[in-house]
RNA sequence: GGGCGAAUAGCUCAGCUGGUUCAGAGCGCCUGCCUUACACGCAGGAAGUCGGGGGUUCGAAUCCCUCUUCGCCCACCA
């Protein structure tokens, strides 16, 4: 206890140095020898890997502090406890960052050529790749940092070949000429989950196709009347008895002044628009499909950056997609052909890095076979295998996966990995090669090959995570320790991207799922419940929180405001209403800790490991018996709430415990025997260390710097002793103590009526009054506790039994003793009448409706025996009290 | 268009298996206190028809139905 006591909890000046004193004595790293075969299996959490240039914001600080939050728990229960961080190359992210720094420079990724582009995303990822992890630190995370992946080092690029291969020689990995969504900012393909669906305000316009024969028009509704420069036929329900005779007929498409035909397909729904849907094979999804059925051509009239392209009409080349739109609606309506336009709100896909609206496009594309694979992880929640925190977001599972189809895979980018495909470039050879290893010659033919230029979906790498960073495809030491998991700590939107996927993936490569409890928090937003956002500007930095109120502060303050599943809101224009809280809790641990350690120079008793141990038991007094039995209670309520990732309820109870049991009462109860010589201050000593510690190891998982910063200081610690791995308190039997939780609590409420009755005639603090207890259940209590009383509510003589003074402050407790605090000419009878007279009204009330509850002859006999027994017991101390008070009112003379 | 969630004090939210936490916490507000751990504190206080309506039950903030208002997720009616 060297360290300087200032009266003020300062974070920054202990933080980062604990942090690193944590870290160098490895406490973080569990020993994969330690936890060897036989023992209690190690519990695991994996990190959801940031993007390597990212910065930490709030959501980053919501998902690692519950995760730390629970690996620190299980820590403290003595498994061996792993969190693995990473980093993810965050393929499209990362490199639309550098090029945008290149942009800056005018340069494209095109003007260096690729090799020179992935060098320099690989210097900006070294130079900044770091940074998250750092900030991670800040917040307290005590991850294993020592075992660090990086989703394209050689290790885990290694696992996503052998992925990649095994699932391509199972059948699963395909190459297809499909439709995809395409992002033409990004210039690449996206799977359905990275094309989100936003709704918007659009038109639906109806256009008329004349019939080639001239008798006639059709008319098409679209919501995209560009494409019709790539329209292919127009397609009617086989039974629409409108165009029966229309079928096989020929139309002139407008503008291009093509012959399409006109062709009956069941998946046009007849009740929507005209009933006729223009077909455009190569620019939606649902038109290509009947493209195929009905073999018609694809006509692509975009390039790869949604302008029209070389397929449309020569003055419609090289506009801009919405341009087009404008020029093709222009034209229809000059030639009279434009039927009318409706407003139409319909779910638009938006490229999930950059927002550009997403083009459905015809092309090449990899994509692995999901249906084999969702098959077992569905049944591994059908079955019970997986638990959802909380339970609904269950069906949100299972939902994607009954509806799931196949995933495109391959990324028209240079950042990321490349797929491990090789074309022989030989004419008449042709062969594809799928290889772990790079390839130089054709293994057929021996000739020239060319390496597929795409790479694979940032998250073909993460889904691999939970074992390739362990060192799967090889059988590690970690990897038979730390496979599988427990726990995976994420966000709701997350579930499709990674969540099911891993444990896809791990059903599939390792045989079992990562992960049994799927824990998903909600989303922090601000007090307009808008999601924070770098764009919106209503972020709050959770590292500037650090800096202005402690780590411990953003923690409480995260973990304190968020119940299971729900979101957490802060206020980016009011920093002191979300953190103050949790600085405050802070500075009044910091200060409970130094009044304690400052307090020791007395005799004490030696700490032992149970608080029942330190003292016998006849030497507690009545308020050492009682914070003994509030902290068992404490224990065993906290550790069920951890157990229940009831977080918030966690630290509600501890907050209670510390703050209002520990420090309003207990403390302020020994604080005589602790000044004086007087008898048990030893024992006082030892009760509050005891219970203190009990409260700082419960609470460490949520505030692990100012808790690991006290509780060093505790004499006796040997110098390398850390809370971060000191015993979680377990319940004792011994401690339970109802007398005492009944006795105390009736002295708490005489110091309370004592208090109120001062402060309601205003009574000068320093002025003792005189009081007058009757008789009642506990006055053995309250006389024992006489001292305490006094002290408390500023009694200067406590007085049992009758008086014959009736002018005061009158109040009864609970269990109908009669208070009574003589203040003669200080006070006016007639307001003391009226406050008497509320207070019998009250309680008048309540037995009122009691004695209606306890003469219904229904509830009575159906209601449990000992519900009933209590309900007799709340009537009758209620009815107690209300005597006593009415008796007050008499005696003053009330009317 | 389908599915889910939320609505409790001025604000942010707890309230789990219907009844001893049952109407709570923190912030804010009012009153009084720099009482030798803490003014980031102490003590006392005001403040709510538990969104509206209906139902089940001896008993509902809690379970069911319905309406209203917000929010989220999914969706190839072009």
Same mark, same amino acid.
């Given at each position: 206890? @060297?360290?300087?006591?200032?009266?003020?909890?300062?974070?920054?000046?202990?933080?980062?140095?604990?942090?690193?004193?944590?870290? %160098?004595?490895?406490?973080?790293?569990?020993?994969?020898?330690?936890?060897?075969?036989?023992?209690?299996?190690?519990?695991?959490?994996?990190?959801?890997?940031?993007?390597?240039?990212?910065?930490?914001?709030?959501?980053?600080?919501?998902?690692?502090?519950?995760?730390?939050?629970?690996?620190?728990?299980?820590?403290?229960?003595?498994?061996?406890?792993?969190?693995?961080?990473?980093?993810?190359? $965050?393929?499209?992210?990362?490199?639309?960052?550098?090029?945008?720094?290149?942009?800056? %420079?005018?340069?494209?990724?095109?003007?260096?050529?690729?090799?020179?582009?992935?060098?320099?995303?690989?210097?900006?990822?070294?130079?900044?790749?770091?940074?998250?992890? @750092?900030?991670?630190?800040?917040?307290?995370?005590?991850?294993?940092?020592?075992?660090?992946?990086?989703?394209?080092?050689?290790? &885990?690029?290694?696992?996503?070949?052998?992925?990649?291969?095994?699932?391509?020689?199972?059948?699963?990995?395909?190459?297809?000429?499909?439709?995809?969504?395409?992002?033409?900012?990004?210039?690449?393909?996206?799977?359905?989950?990275?094309?989100?669906?936003?709704?918007?305000?659009?038109?639906?316009?109806?256009?008329?196709?004349? /019939?080639?024969?001239?008798?006639?028009?059709?008319?098409?509704?679209?919501?995209?009347?560009?494409?019709?420069?790539?329209?292919?036929?127009?397609?009617?329900?086989?039974?629409? %008895?409108?165009?029966?005779?229309?079928?096989?007929?020929?139309?002139?498409?407008?503008?291009?002044?093509?012959?399409?035909?006109?062709?009956?397909?069941?998946?046009?729904?007849?009740?929507?628009?005209?009933?006729?849907?223009?077909?455009?094979?190569?620019?939606?999804?649902?038109?290509?499909?009947?493209?195929? *059925?009905?073999?018609?051509?694809?006509?692509?009239?975009?390039?790869?950056?949604?302008?029209?392209?070389? +397929?449309?009409?020569?003055?419609?080349?090289?506009?801009?997609?919405?341009?087009?739109?404008?020029?093709?609606?222009?034209?229809?309506?000059?030639?009279?052909?434009?039927?009318?336009?409706?407003?139409?709100?319909?779910?638009?896909?938006?490229?999930? *890095?950059?927002?550009?609206?997403?083009?459905?496009?015809?092309?090449?594309?990899?994509?692995?076979?999901?249906?084999? /694979?969702?098959?077992?992880?569905?049944? $591994?929640?059908?079955?019970?295998?997986?638990?959802?925190?909380?339970?609904?977001?269950?069906?949100?599972?299972?939902?994607?996966?009954?509806?799931?189809?196949?995933?495109?895979?391959?990324?028209?980018?240079?950042?990321?990995?490349?797929?491990?495909?090789?074309?022989?470039?030989?004419?008449?050879?042709?062969?594809?090669?799928?290889?772990?290893?790079?390839?130089? @010659?054709?293994?057929?033919?021996?000739?020239?090959?060319?390496?597929?230029?795409?790479?694979?979906? @940032?998250?073909?790498?993460?889904?691999?995570?939970?074992?390739?960073?362990?060192?799967?495809?090889?059988?590690?030491?970690?990897?038979?320790?730390?496979?599988?998991?427990?726990?995976?700590?994420?966000?709701?939107?997350?579930?499709?991207?990674?969540?099911?996927?891993?444990?896809?993936?791990?059903?599939?490569?390792?045989?079992?799922?990562?992960?049994?409890?799927?824990?998903?928090?909600?989303?922090?937003?601000?007090? /307009?419940?808008?999601?924070?956002?770098?764009?919106?500007?209503?972020?709050?930095?959770?590292?500037?929180?650090?800096?202005?109120?402690?780590?411990?502060?953003?923690?409480?303050?995260?973990?304190?405001?968020?119940?299971?599943?729900?979101? !957490?809101?802060?206020?980016?224009?009011?920093?002191?209403?979300?953190?103050?809280?949790?600085?405050?809790?802070?500075?009044?641990?910091?200060?409970?800790?130094?009044?304690?350690?400052?307090?020791?120079?007395?005799?004490?008793?030696?700490?032992?490991?149970?608080?029942?141990?330190?003292?016998?038991?006849?030497?507690?007094?009545?308020?050492?018996?009682?914070?003994?039995?509030?902290?068992? +209670?404490?224990?065993?309520?906290?550790?069920?709430?951890?157990?229940?990732?009831?977080?918030?309820?966690?630290?509600?109870?501890?907050?209670?415990?510390?703050?209002?049991?520990?420090?309003?009462?207990?403390?302020?109860?020994?604080?005589?025997?602790?000044?004086?010589?007087?008898?048990?201050?030893?024992? #006082?000593?030892?009760? $509050?260390?005891?219970?203190?510690?009990?409260?700082?190891?419960?609470?460490?998982?949520?505030?692990?710097? !100012?808790?690991? #910063?006290?509780?060093?200081?505790?004499?006796?610690?040997?110098?390398?002793?850390?809370?971060?791995? +000191?015993?979680?308190?377990?319940?004792?039997?011994?401690?339970?103590?109802?007398?005492?939780?009944?006795?105390?609590? &009736?002295?708490?409420?005489?110091?309370?009526? !004592?208090?109120?009755?001062?402060?309601?005639?205003?009574?000068?603090?320093?002025?003792?009054?005189?009081?007058?207890?009757?008789?009642?259940?506990?006055?053995?209590?309250?006389?024992?506790?006489? $001292?305490?009383?006094?002290?408390?509510?500023?009694?200067?003589?406590?007085?049992?039994?009758?008086?014959?003074?009736?002018?005061?402050?009158?109040?009864?407790?609970?269990?109908?003793?009669?208070?009574?605090?003589?203040?003669?000419?200080?006070?006016?009878?007639?307001?003391?009448?009226?406050?008497?007279?509320?207070?019998?009204?009250?309680?008048?009330?309540?037995?009122?409706?009691?004695?209606?509850?306890?003469?219904?002859?229904?509830? !009575?006999?159906?209601?449990?025996?000992?519900?009933?027994?209590?309900?007799?017991?709340?009537?009758?101390?209620?009815?107690?009290?209300?005597?006593?008070?009415?008796?007050?009112?008499?005696?003053?003379?009330?009317?």
């Amino acid at each position: 206890m @060297t360290e300087p006591l200032a009266p003020q909890y300062n974070p920054s000046a202990i933080e980062s140095a604990l942090y690193a004193w944590w870290e %160098e004595r490895g406490l973080f790293s569990p020993d994969v020898a330690a936890s060897a075969p036989g023992k209690r299996r190690p519990y695991v959490i994996m990190m959801p890997p940031p993007n390597v240039t990212a910065a930490l914001h709030m959501g980053h600080g919501l998902n690692n502090t519950v995760q730390d939050v629970l690996i620190r728990f299980e820590r403290m229960r003595g498994r061996a406890a792993l969190w693995l961080p990473g980093t993810d190359h $965050a393929g499209i992210a990362t490199q639309n960052v550098v090029e945008r720094a290149l942009a800056a %420079e005018g340069l494209t990724r095109f003007d260096l050529g690729r090799e020179a582009f992935v060098e320099r995303v690989w210097s900006y990822v070294q130079e900044t790749g770091v940074a998250i992890l @750092t900030q991670l630190r800040a917040i307290g995370c005590s991850a294993d940092w020592s075992r660090t992946y990086f989703t394209l080092d050689e290790g &885990l690029s290694r696992a996503v070949r052998e992925s990649f291969v095994r699932l391509y020689d199972e059948g699963l990995v395909y190459r297809g000429h499909y439709i995809i969504n395409w992002c033409p900012r990004c210039l690449t393909a996206l799977s359905n989950e990275e094309a989100e669906k936003e709704e918007v305000d659009g038109h639906l316009w109806h256009l008329r196709y004349p /019939l080639a024969d001239g008798s006639g028009h059709i008319t098409v509704a679209t919501t995209r009347p560009e494409t019709m420069l790539g329209d292919t036929a127009v397609a009617v329900h086989p039974d629409d %008895e409108r165009y029966r005779d229309w079928i096989g007929r020929q139309l002139r498409l407008p503008v291009v002044d093509r012959l399409i035909p006109i062709v009956a397909d069941e998946a046009v729904d007849p009740a929507f628009g005209s009933g006729a849907v223009k077909v455009t094979p190569a620019h939606d999804p649902a038109d290509f499909e009947i493209g195929q *059925r009905h073999d018609l051509p694809s006509i692509d009239v975009m390039t790869p950056d949604a302008r029209i392209s070389l +397929a449309a009409p020569e003055r419609f080349q090289g506009l801009d997609r919405f341009e087009a739109r404008r020029a093709v609606v222009a034209e229809f309506e000059a030639a009279g052909l434009l039927e009318r336009i409706e407003p139409h709100r319909h779910a638009v896909g938006h490229c999930y *890095r950059c927002h550009t609206i997403v083009e459905p496009r015809l092309s090449d594309q990899w994509f692995v076979r999901m249906a084999p /694979l969702a098959k077992p992880a569905l049944e $591994a929640y059908r079955d019970g295998t997986l638990t959802f925190i909380p339970e609904r977001r269950g069906d949100d599972y299972a939902a994607w996966l009954e509806g799931i189809r196949d995933w495109c895979i391959s990324r028209q980018l240079w950042w990321g990995h490349r797929i491990p495909v090789w074309y022989c470039l030989t004419e008449g050879c042709g062969l594809t090669s799928v290889s772990r290893n790079d390839l130089a @010659t054709c293994p057929a033919c021996g000739g020239e090959v060319r390496q597929d230029d795409d790479v694979l979906d @940032t998250w073909f790498s993460s889904w691999l995570v939970p074992f390739s960073s362990l060192g799967w495809p090889d059988q590690t030491a970690d990897l038979a320790r730390f496979y599988p998991g427990h726990t995976l700590v994420s966000a709701p939107e997350i579930i499709f991207f990674w969540v099911s996927r891993m444990l896809m993936a791990g059903l599939h490569f390792m045989g079992e799922v990562p992960y049994t409890n799927i824990y998903l928090h909600g989303t922090v937003r601000d007090t /307009l419940h808008r999601k924070m956002s770098k764009s919106l500007g209503n972020g709050i930095d959770p590292l500037e929180v650090v800096d202005k109120y402690g780590a411990d502060a953003l923690r409480y303050s995260l973990i304190a405001g968020m119940a299971v599943g729900t979101d !957490v809101i802060l206020d980016p224009g009011d920093l002191e209403a979300s953190f103050a809280p949790g600085r405050n809790f802070a500075n009044k641990l910091w200060n409970a800790g130094r009044f304690i350690l400052s307090n020791l120079n007395g005799p004490t008793r030696p700490l032992a490991g149970d608080q029942t141990d330190v003292v016998r038991r006849e030497e507690l007094s009545l308020a050492d018996r009682w914070i003994i039995a509030r902290c068992d +209670a404490t224990v065993r309520e906290a550790t069920e709430a951890y157990e229940r990732f009831r977080l918030n309820e966690a630290a509600a109870v501890v907050y209670r415990f510390i703050w209002s049991d520990l420090a309003d009462w207990y403390i302020e109860q020994i604080k005589p025997r602790l000044y004086g010589d007087q008898p048990g201050g030893d024992v #006082a000593r030892a009760v $509050a260390i005891q219970t203190f510690d009990v409260g700082l190891r419960l609470l460490h998982p949520v505030m692990p710097f !100012v808790t690991e #910063a006290l509780w060093r200081w505790f004499p006796g610690r040997p110098a390398d002793a850390s809370v971060s791995v +000191a015993p979680w308190p377990g319940p004792d039997a011994r401690a339970t103590d109802a007398d005492a939780l009944r006795e105390f609590g &009736l002295v708490q409420e005489l110091v309370g009526t !004592v208090r109120a009755i001062r402060a309601e005639y205003g009574i000068q603090p320093g002025h003792a009054v005189r009081a007058v207890v009757g008789n009642g259940s506990a006055a053995d209590a309250l006389r024992r506790e006489q $001292a305490t009383i006094a002290r408390l509510a500023k009694v200067s003589s406590l007085q049992f039994g009758e008086t014959a003074e009736r002018v005061g402050g009158h109040g009864v407790l609970s269990d109908g003793t009669p208070v009574f605090v003589p203040l003669g000419d200080a006070i006016d009878v007639a307001r003391e009448c009226q406050r008497l007279g509320a207070e019998v009204n009250r309680l008048d009330q309540l037995v009122t409706s009691q004695e209606r509850k306890l003469a219904n002859e229904q509830f !009575v006999s159906r209601a449990p025996a000992d519900v009933v027994e209590r309900e007799r017991e709340k009537l009758s101390s209620w009815r107690e009290q209300r005597g006593v008070l009415a008796r007050k009112r008499e005696m003053l003379g009330c009317q």
